[in-house]
């Protein structure tokens, strides 16, 4: 059974900068790609970038790149989000999800073409 999980949520001031984990477990394959999203309140669930578990292939939403990267972890089944330049805006609800279904390209950063989520945790960005 898959299972995901991400860390590192927390509060963070105005231009600082947060790293999240996403750990993956439990796929038959030995390859999957690992998406990261947020939903602010009230608002819908917004992709922001994936990657394979593989290779550093990535695809990133274009209103995001630059201030958040996404990288792949010394383990096959860690991924993880470095968020700089962090805004008021940007205090969501972050996500990883995991797929072995998924290709690196466009439809990576929508939130229907996974179905194993994690909890998720919680950025605010706060003076």
């Known amino acids: 059974q898959v299972h995901v999980e991400e860390s590192g949520g927390g509060l963070v001031q105005p231009g600082g900068s947060l790293r999240l984990s996403c750990v993956a477990s439990?796929?038959?394959?030995?390859?999957?790609?690992i998406g990261w999203f947020r939903q602010a309140p009230e608002q819908g669930r917004e992709g922001i970038a994936c990657?394979?578990?593989?290779?550093?292939?990535?695809y990133y939403v274009d209103s995001l790149k630059g201030r958040f990267t996404v990288s792949r972890g010394d383990t096959k089944n860690t991924a993880y989000l470095e968020m700089n330049s962090l805004k008021l805006e940007d205090t969501a609800v972050y996500y990883c999800?995991?797929?072995?279904?998924?290709?690196?390209?466009?439809?990576?950063?929508?939130?229907?073409?996974?179905?194993?989520w994690g909890q998720g945790t919680l950025v605010t960005v706060s003076s």
């Open positions: 439990g796929f038959t394959s030995d390859s999957f790609v």
């Open positions: 990657i394979s578990n593989t290779d550093d292939s990535s």
């Open positions: 999800a995991a797929s072995d279904l998924v290709e690196v390209k466009p439809m990576c950063i929508m939130p229907t073409w996974f179905h194993d």
